[in-house]
């Protein structure tokens, strides 16, 4: 019996010794290979920290990787209360410095270590670091929307999360934390591409760590921790140029109002820029609304407008490949008396031949060939444009269903659509993508606007290929219709969209708005001549003209966007 339980005994013995043999061999590899890191992850759970980022997300870049939001890395207050020595003395000595109350920095103390909401001068952040107290530095903090942001209608704003329906969402879609207040897109690429650049941890930030019962190490002191890479935020790679769309903007400030301005890369169909006016800061949301509607934050580059007699290029290309026209085929136009339809030329152009009439833009001309054309075929040829396709790749803006080319052949519309009014309705994105497919010989070549999504440490995550390229009239046409917009801009109503260093060609829009004298002026064209390098489309809302208000900013544009090897 004494053997048996001896047996029991040392079977036992080895049994646990199997089982903690393995449990001391982890302790022993979490002691001496591992100590020293669970031993910082201890630290780090006990240090207070400050992010130095205003709001932790992925950016929103060019073509070139150059930043479209205005990130900005401005000097900033950090403060860590607990650790001052005298609150009520470094808050006296940062208000006489900041210029504000005591009072007021005390508030921003009792909320516990954070970042003063104060911008600094150089000499400020020279007496705040001389005045050396223990608890305040000045740091770098990566601001969003910091230097002058671009193509803020495209980009976008943030807004706060104000449900908590709206927050379980937002996590649930994304996979990522979200909380009541967190700033998400409210706009733009901003909001299309919230759960791509949304971070999942601050890649800027500086700790100070505390012991257990909260008291500061004077060992460890205070770090910043400025390389740490997020997995999570994605970075949003645009096709859009920056210093081109800087110097579009510029334009645009001086001589635009209301209205939009596209410009494209023939090539490609890159969009390279793109703006609006009105136009607003991403930070400065809450001011404009309570001063004005929503109007302002409206991109007018993907918004339907009646595109007027920039129209008449589809009805142009299709009477050419249809065979109804020759340069030479005459027309008589009887003017404000016409009984088709009045033209803006009140005493009529007389007799006038079809090249004539495209330069001159006249109503009577077009509005004849539209009837010949017949509204089947003229909307075959305006679908074959993309005149239906409100489509930007990478930039999904809703559709607008106004748009809706079978009204044409509803009642008198034929007549009204063949000069670009009634029905129709296009967006400055469709003109330039339809004067574009004329350059290429026909080829209707899809716009983009976004290139790829990349990871912060460069890894490319989605490319955006370009869509497939269609057929859309002959090359013979193409090259017909090119010539006529060569017409324009040097004997007819375009003459001031003449680009005179490299030769442009295009067509003016004057498209009647109901109640108001004046009109949606339109020009979109192209340069140079030989070799073209840009599609500009330009919109002005309450213009005088397409010649006369819009083809201006296109000339200036041009001329300012154009380098001077253009020209082989």
Known sequence: MDVLRQKRMVLTFYLFLILFIPIMARLVDIQLAHGSEYAHRALEQRSMKVVLEDIPRGDILDRNLKSLTGTGMPQKVVVFPSLLEDPQKSAETLA?????????????????????????RMEQVRQIKEAKQRGVMVLPVQQRYYNQPLATHVVGHLGSISSQQLMEKLSED??????????????????????QLKATQSERLVRAFADAAGSFLEGMGIKLQTNRTDPGRQHVVTTIDRQVQQKVEQIMDEQVQRGAVVVMDVHTG?????????????????????????????????????????????VAAAALEEGLVNYNTTFICEGANDPLIRCWNHIGHGSISFSEAFAQSCNPVFAELGLKLGAEKLIDYARRFGMDNQEVIGYPVPIDNRQDLNSIGQGYNLVNSSIGQGPVMSTPVQITTMMNTIINDGIYIPPRLVRELRKTDGTIINRFIPGSSHKVISKETAHQVSELLTLVVQDGV????????????????????????KVNAWFSGYAPTQNPRYVVTVLVEQGISGGETAAPVFEKIMEQILPPNSVD
Do not use: C, W
Not at 96 to 119: A, M, Q, R
Not at 174 to 180: A, D, H, P, R
Not at 509 to 516: D, F, I, L, N, W
């Open 494 to 517: 375009g003459k001031k969209a003449k680009v005179t260093s490299y030769g442009s060609a295009g067509k003016t829009g004057s498209a009647e708005v109901a109640g108001q004298e």
């Open 270 to 314: 890159d969009i390279v820029a793109m703006a609006s006016r009105p136009n607003f800061h991403p930070e400065e949301v809450s001011e404009v609304l309570q001063t004005d509607s929503s109007y302002t934050f409206i991109d007018h580059g993907t918004s339907l407008y009646q595109p007027g007699s920039i129209f008449k290029v589809i």
């Open 96 to 120: 006489d410095i900041l210029g504000h109350n005591t009072e007021e920095l005390i508030k921003h103390f009792s909320k516990g270590s954070g970042i003063l909401p104060y911008p600094l």
């Open 174 to 195: 994304s996979g990522k934390t979200y909380q009541l207040n967190d700033m998400i897109g409210a706009m733009g690429l901003e909001k299309y591409y919230e759960q």
